[in-house]
């Protein structure tokens, strides 16, 4: 039998988090706006490609007699992965595709353990010493990516750019070498 995650419960629609349907794709994001009579899934969304343009993620290529496979370019595809947060604040993350990426190279980074930072935390706390934080938005896409990339804009990306080539130039969220790319930057 299948575990429950925490806050989570299952629904004939989907995924439901803090009482808020989770939606499976852009389609189905748009419908909850409409039934909810609100836009804070479509906000999550444009605030994510949003982001991503203005960091310089994706490349418009509008060359027409493009061998991509000359250049050595693969083909990935993008995927928004939908969140509900403890807040109810909805959150979109745009990913790649990049289980269908063919890579020679060898990468891993590694990241702390939760339970490592609550060890942290504790052994501050006996030793009176402050603690900060801070969290770096859209992290790996600061970083650019070595994989020659291109995918297809969806929907979420606006008249402007859907249905056209993008070359993803960043190491966006779901590509194989993007943590070790955001390490190296």
Same mark, same amino acid.
């Given at each position: !039998?299948? /575990?429950?995650?925490?806050?989570?419960?299952?629904?004939?629609?989907?995924?439901?988090?803090?009482?808020?349907?989770?939606?499976? +794709?852009?389609?189905? =994001? &748009?419908?909850?706006?409409?039934?909810?009579?609100? #836009? @804070?899934?479509?906000?999550?969304?444009?605030?994510?490609? +949003?982001?991503?343009?203005?960091?310089?993620?994706?490349?418009?290529?509008?060359?027409?007699?493009?061998?991509?496979?000359?250049?050595?370019?693969?083909?990935?595809?993008? /995927?928004?992965?939908?969140?509900?947060?403890?807040?109810? !604040?909805?959150?979109?993350?745009?990913?790649?595709?990049?289980?269908?990426? *063919? #890579?020679?190279? +060898?990468?891993?980074?590694?990241?702390?353990?939760?339970?490592?930072?609550? @060890?942290?935390?504790?052994?501050?706390?006996?030793? +009176?010493?402050?603690? @900060?934080?801070?969290?770096?938005?859209? =992290? &790996?896409?600061?970083?650019?990516?070595?994989?020659?990339?291109?995918?297809?804009?969806?929907?979420? &990306?606006?008249?402007?750019?859907?249905?056209? /080539?993008?070359?993803?130039? *960043?190491?966006?969220?779901?590509?194989?070498?993007?943590?070790?790319?955001?390490?190296?930057?």
């Amino acid at each position: !039998m299948k /575990r429950k995650k925490p806050g989570r419960n299952n629904h004939h629609s989907g995924e439901v988090k803090y009482g808020v349907r989770v939606p499976q +794709n852009v389609k189905e =994001a &748009f419908i909850l706006d409409n039934e909810n009579g609100d #836009t @804070l899934w479509a906000d999550a969304i444009a605030k994510e490609i +949003n982001s991503l343009k203005a960091l310089g993620c994706f490349k418009l290529d509008t060359r027409r007699d493009w061998n991509w496979r000359a250049e050595g370019y693969q083909y990935a595809p993008l /995927r928004l992965v939908f969140d509900v947060k403890p807040s109810g !604040m909805r959150k979109a993350r745009l990913v790649c595709g990049g289980h269908v990426i *063919k #890579t020679d190279l +060898n990468t891993y980074a590694s990241t702390v353990k939760s339970l490592s930072v609550r @060890l942290i935390n504790l052994i501050a706390v006996a030793n +009176n010493l402050e603690v @900060l934080c801070g969290d770096v938005g859209n =992290a &790996f896409v600061n970083a650019y990516t070595r994989e020659k990339v291109f995918t297809t804009a969806g929907p979420e &990306f606006g008249s402007e750019w859907a249905g056209k /080539r993008l070359i993803i130039v *960043k190491a966006l969220y779901g590509m194989r070498t993007s943590a070790e790319r955001w390490r190296s930057h």
